[in-house]
């Protein structure tokens, strides 16, 4: 059997190409950004809505994170967190220069005689709205830092469960029995669920 032309070569471990990376390997580094990209783009473009803008606040995480690639120290999360943490501050600068405007689309305003769907009745629907986001908090606050921190990635970010235990350190059957657990306890804090 003949052998193929390019041998298959297994990924390094993360850590090892953080080793590379810090020491001026920029192969070491192009693979890291590789790996993370698409968790990096993920998480802003959740954000910002915007692709153009997520892609171009993408690149700038990975141009800070090989600048300060040196700074970089493992503290029990993985190099994603710590991307993670580039782009939040990137999208919080973004969003303190004002540059993006955030709008959330309306729909046609209808005769006032109808049958509700104009202006009258987008009135109720965003009291709906702050109701529905003011108990989606207080649950929340039944759980524990990690547990939330879990949530919050798997749904307000979006990220797959391979993701978010790339990003959390864990496993991902950690994260699906976290995710799990995590649910079961906000389902029973609002009384949907007996214990």
Not at 8 to 24: K, S
Not at 126 to 132: G, R, T, Y
Not at 147 to 167: F, G, K, N
């Amino acid at each position: 059997m003949p052998l193929p032309a390019h041998p298959i070569v297994q990924p390094a471990p993360e850590p090892e190409l953080v080793t590379r990376a810090r020491a001026g390997d920029r192969e070491a580094f192009a693979a890291l950004y590789h790996q993370h990209y698409r968790i990096v783009y993920g998480f802003l473009l959740v954000r910002t809505r915007n692709r153009h803008l997520a892609e171009d606040l993408t690149q700038e995480a990975f141009v800070r994170a090989l600048r300060r690639i040196d700074g970089f120290t493992w503290q029990g999360t993985a190099f994603a967190g710590w991307l993670t943490t580039i782009a939040k501050n990137l999208w919080l600068d973004e969003l303190g220069r004002g540059r993006t405007r955030w709008e959330t689309p309306v729909g046609e305003f209808d005769d006032p005689r109808g049958t509700g769907t104009g202006a009258e009745g987008l009135v109720p629907r965003e009291l709906e709205a702050v109701e529905a986001q003011e108990t989606v908090r207080c649950a929340l606050d039944v759980l524990s830092a990690r547990q939330r921190h879990c949530v919050e990635l798997r749904y307000l970010d979006e990220l797959t469960p391979q993701e978010t235990a790339l990003v959390m350190g864990q496993t991902v059957g950690a994260v699906r029995t976290l995710t799990y657990r995590s649910l079961r306890k906000l389902r029973w804090s609002i009384g949907a669920v007996s214990v």
